[in-house]
């Protein structure tokens, strides 16, 4: 299976949005994780992609939206009202053996560490947001 590639980092003023895409949605369960400077990785968004289901961390709940667009066969996570802490390197992975009901488990603190949960990971996209 293809590994997933990510794209639509950059540079941002706090406030403002951007629209990152991971490609090609090819595995059951599929999310966006992120590693800041100093930091653990962590969590921010998952999709069970075989009905949709959607899960957040607490810290983006409202302000990213995690989709599908089956049609292109592309991932998105839309980021509104940045906040210079979502800085961090944005990975889009995936697993084909998680079931519905242990995907978001991968939003719990210490999921996501070592990354050895997920089958296959991107090699990320830059977030910056500055204050």
């Known amino acids: 299976q293809a590994q997933p590639v990510e794209s639509g980092g950059g540079s941002v003023q706090a406030g403002g949005s951007l629209r990152l895409s991971c490609a090609p949605i090819?595995?059951?369960?599929m999310g966006w994780f992120r590693q800041a400077p100093g930091k653990e990785r962590e969590g921010v968004a998952v999709?069970?992609?075989?009905?949709?289901?959607?899960y957040y961390a607490d810290s983006v709940k409202g302000r990213f939206t995690i989709s599908q667009d089956a049609a292109k066969n592309v991932l998105y996570l839309q980021m509104n009202s940045l906040k210079p802490e979502d800085t961090a390197m944005y990975y889009c992975?995936?697993?084909?053996?998680?079931?519905?009901?242990?995907?978001?488990?991968?939003?719990?603190?210490?999921?996501?560490?070592?990354?050895?949960?997920?089958?296959?990971w991107g090699q990320g996209t830059l977030v910056t947001v500055s204050p």
């Open positions: 090819n595995r059951r369960c």
């Open positions: 999709i069970y992609t075989f009905d949709g289901s959607t």
């Open positions: 992975a995936a697993d084909s053996h998680l079931d519905r009901d242990v995907c978001p488990t991968l939003l719990e603190e210490g999921m996501v560490t070592t990354g050895g949960a997920l089958d296959a």
